[in-house]
C-alpha cells in the first residue's frame, strides 16, 4: 500500500477573458510510506496547487489521487495526515498554546492525551517559553514552529510539509531536519515541499522535479546528481609519468599539486588508472568522486526544461 | 467537540475584537441606571409603587418587569444585533482568509459541517451574550419588584433566531466574494432601505398601477426575510399577545434555503 498515489491528475484554473491555466499536467506519482518525499520546481511549477489537490482543498479537473488506499477526498483518510501550509494564517488573537488546542480538538485529540501533546510538541519545536504569548506577537520563525507543531498535534501518519524552513534562522534549519529524520525514523511518511534545496538534498529518499505542471525528472537524489564517472585522487610523489600513460585511454584528466581530476568513459576505467599510478610508485591517499550537487542539478535540469 | 471546539475559537475572536468589553459597558451603563434610578416599594394586591428619577407610578409588579424589559429590549436590541452582523461578518470572512481555510480544510471536517458549525457558533455566541446582558437586567428588576416572570426571555430567543435570520445573507456573500464588506453592504440595503419598501408595498402598488411591478413586489416580500416584522412578533410574544407567525416561518425557510445553497457553493467552490 502507498501512502500517496496519484494517477494522471489534472488541474485547470478557468479565468474569465483569459486562456485556463493548465497548473497540473498528468501528474502520476506514488509515495511509499515511510519515505521522505521531497517536491522541487521553481516558482509557479504547481507544487502547492499538487499538495492542495492532494489535500481536497481544490478539485482535479481530471485524474485520481488515493491517500492510504482511500480516495483523497474522504474526510476520514484526513484523521491520519496533517498539513503544514506555506501561507499558513494562524488566529492572530490565539495563543501558540490555544492554537494547538483549537487543531488538536478540530483533528479529534482532546483530554489528556492533547494536553500532553501540546507539552511534547512545544517542547519539540522549542516554543514551550512562549506558549502563552499570542501569536500576533510571534516572529515569521516562531510561528512557523507553531506551525510545525500543530501538525505533530494529532499523531499523522502522514505528513505535508510546504515550506517547513521558510523564515527560520540556520540553527533552526539544523534542529527542523533532525525533527523530519526523528520522524522518519518512527514511521512517518512525509512529503516536503521546499526551495531550500540543500535541505531537500539532507532529508530526501525520493525525489521528483517539476516545471511548469509536469514532472521532468524523479528518483533518488544518488541516482539523479551522481552522473558523471569524475573523480579526485590525491597522490604524493611526481606522477608526470604515470599521467602520459593515462591519457592515452581516458576521456580527461588534469594534474595539479599532487591531485588529478580526472573524468573517465566507463567505471572500470578507474581499476587502470590505479594500476598505473602504482606501478609508477605513486602513493594513492585519497580518490573521491565528484558529486554534482543538487542545486547545480536542479538549475541544470530547469534550464535546459525552459529552454 | 468541534462544534465546541469552533464555538471558543468564535468567543476568542470576539473577545479579541473588543467586543466582550463593549457588551460588558453597555450591560453594566443598564443595570447602573436601574440599581441606583429606581426605588420600588409593595402597594399590595401584588402592585408596586415605583420612582425611577423622580417619576413615581403604582404598577402591577409583573406588568411593570414585562414593560421595563419590553423597553430595554427594544433599546438595545436593535443596537446590538447591528453590531453583532458587522462583528461576526468578519468572524466568518477570517475564516475564510486563504491561509485559514486551507488549515481548516485539511482537517477531519466536511466542508459544510464547517460553515455549519462556524454559522451556529456565531448565533450560539450572540444568544449567550444576550442571554447574560437580559439575565443581568432582568435579576434586576425582578429583585426591585420582587416577583419573576419569565416571559421576557422569549424575546431574546427571538432575537437570537432574528440575527440567525439576517446573519444567513452575510454568510451566503461572504462564501460567494470571501469577504465582508459585500455582505455588510447588501445586509444594511436590505435592512435600511429595501425591507420598508417591501412593507409599504400596498401603498406603492396602488399608486403605480403596474401589474408587473405588482407581482415582482409581492413575490420580493414574500421570498425575502421580514426582520422588521419578525421583531413585532417578538414583541407581541413577550408581552402574551396573539401574532401572525406568517412573517417568522418565511424568514425560516429563507435562512433555510440561503444556508443549503451557501454550504453548496461552500462544498463545490475551488478556494
Same mark, same amino acid.
Request: hydrophobic letters at 20%.
Given at each position: 500500500m502507498y501512502a500517496i498515489e496519484v494517477e494522471n491528475l489534472h488541474k485547470k484554473y478557468g479565468q474569465m477573458f483569459q486562456d485556463d491555466v493548465h497548473?497540473?499536467?498528468g501528474i502520476s506519482l506514488q509515495v511509499k510510506q515511510g519515505e521522505i518525499f521531497g517536491i522541487l520546481g521553481p516558482n509557479g511549477a504547481g507544487k502547492t496547487t499538487l499538495v492542495r489537490v492532494l489535500l481536497s482543498i481544490i478539485k482535479p479537473t481530471s485524474g485520481s489521487a488515493s491517500i492510504f488506499d482511500k480516495?483523497?477526498?474522504? $474526510?476520514? /483518510? =484526513?484523521?491520519?495526515l496533517s498539513y503544514l501550509a506555506e501561507n499558513h494564517t494562524y488566529p492572530?488573537?490565539?495563543t501558540g498554546e490555544q492554537v494547538l488546542e483549537y487543531f488538536g480538538w478540530l483533528s479529534g485529540v482532546r483530554g489528556q492525551k492533547l494536553r500532553d501533546k501540546i507539552n511534547e510538541t512545544l517542547e519539540l519545536v522549542g516554543m514551550t517559553k512562549w506558549?502563552? $504569548?499570542? /501569536? =500576533?506577537?510571534?516572529?515569521k520563525g516562531m510561528t512557523q514552529r507553531i506551525g510545525l507543531a500543530q501538525t505533530l498535534i494529532n499523531d499523522s501518519e502522514l505528513l505535508f510539509l510546504d515550506?517547513?524552513?521558510?523564515?527560520?534562522d540556520a540553527l533552526g534549519r539544523k534542529e527542523i531536519r533532525d525533527l523530519i529524520s526523528k520522524l522518519k525514523q518512527e514511521g512517518k511518511t512525509i512529503f516536503l515541499n521546499s526551495h531550500l534545496l540543500s535541505e531537500v538534498e539532507q532529508v530526501c529518499d525520493q525525489i521528483v522535479i517539476m516545471n511548469k505542471g509536469e514532472i521532468i525528472r524523479r528518483g533518488t537524489i544518488e541516482s539523479l546528481v551522481a552522473t558523471k564517472n569524475a573523480y579526485k585522487i590525491d597522490v604524493e610523489g611526481s606522477a608526470t609519468k604515470a599521467i602520459e600513460s593515462i591519457k592515452t585511454k581516458v576521456q580527461n584528466i588534469e594534474y595539479t599539486n599532487n591531485q588529478i581530476d580526472i573524468t573517465l568513459e566507463?567505471?572500470?576505467q578507474l581499476d587502470f588508472v590505479i594500476d598505473t599510478l602504482r606501478e609508477n610508485e605513486i602513493s594513492i591517499r585519497s580518490i573521491v568522486p565528484y558529486r554534482q550537487s543538487l542545486e547545480d542539478y536542479f538549475v541544470d535540469v530547469i534550464g535546459k526544461d525552459n529552454a | 467537540m468541534k462544534f465546541f471546539a469552533i464555538f471558543i475559537d468564535t468567543f476568542r475572536e470576539i473577545r479579541d475584537k473588543k467586543m466582550l468589553i463593549t457588551f460588558g459597558i453597555i450591560t453594566a451603563i443598564f443595570a447602573c441606571t436601574y440599581i441606583f434610578g429606581l426605588s420600588t416599594k409593595p402597594a399590595g394586591n401584588g402592585n408596586i409603587e415605583t420612582t425611577f428619577f423622580g417619576d413615581s407610578e403604582t404598577i402591577n409588579a409583573i406588568e411593570f418587569v414585562q414593560k421595563q424589559m419590553m423597553f430595554f429590549s427594544h433599546v438595545t436590541t436593535g443596537i446590538i444585533l447591528f453590531l453583532f452582523i458587522i462583528t461576526f461578518a468578519f468572524v466568518i470572512a477570517n475564516l475564510l482568509k486563504p491561509g485559514t481555510l486551507d488549515l481548516h480544510l485539511s482537517k477531519p471536517l466536511w466542508r459544510p459541517q464547517l460553515l455549519l458549525y462556524k454559522f451556529l457558533a456565531c448565533v450560539s455566541g450572540v444568544l449567550v451574550l444576550m442571554l447574560i446582558m437580559t439575565a443581568t437586567f432582568w435579576s434586576i428588576l425582578s429583585w426591585k419588584a420582587g416577583v419573576i416572570t419569565l416571559q421576557p426571555f422569549i424575546f431574546t430567543f427571538m432575537a437570537a433566531a432574528i440575527f440567525a435570520i439576517s446573519f444567513s445573507v452575510i454568510t451566503f456573500c461572504c462564501v460567494l466574494t470571501r469577504g465582508a464588506g459585500a455582505g455588510i453592504s447588501i445586509y444594511l440595503v436590505y435592512a435600511y432601505l429595501l425591507q420598508g419598501v417591501l412593507q409599504s408595498r400596498e401603498s406603492i402598488k396602488a399608486g403605480i398601477d403596474s401589474p408587473l411591478l405588482a407581482n415582482v413586489l409581492d413575490s420580493a416580500y414574500h421570498i425575502l426575510p421580514k426582520i422588521n416584522e419578525c421583531l413585532t412578533i417578538a414583541t407581541k410574544m413577550s408581552s402574551g399577545k396573539e401574532t401572525n407567525f406568517y412573517p417568522l416561518t418565511s424568514s425560516l425557510i429563507f435562512m433555510g434555503v440561503t444556508l443549503i445553497v451557501s454550504c453548496i457553493i461552500f462544498q463545490r467552490k475551488d478556494y
Open positions: 497548473a497540473l499536467k480516495p483523497h477526498s474522504n $474526510t476520514e /483518510v =484526513k484523521t491520519k492572530r488573537y490565539l506558549r502563552k $504569548t499570542k /501569536v =500576533k506577537k510571534y516572529s515550506e517547513p524552513t521558510d523564515g527560520i566507463q567505471m572500470e | -
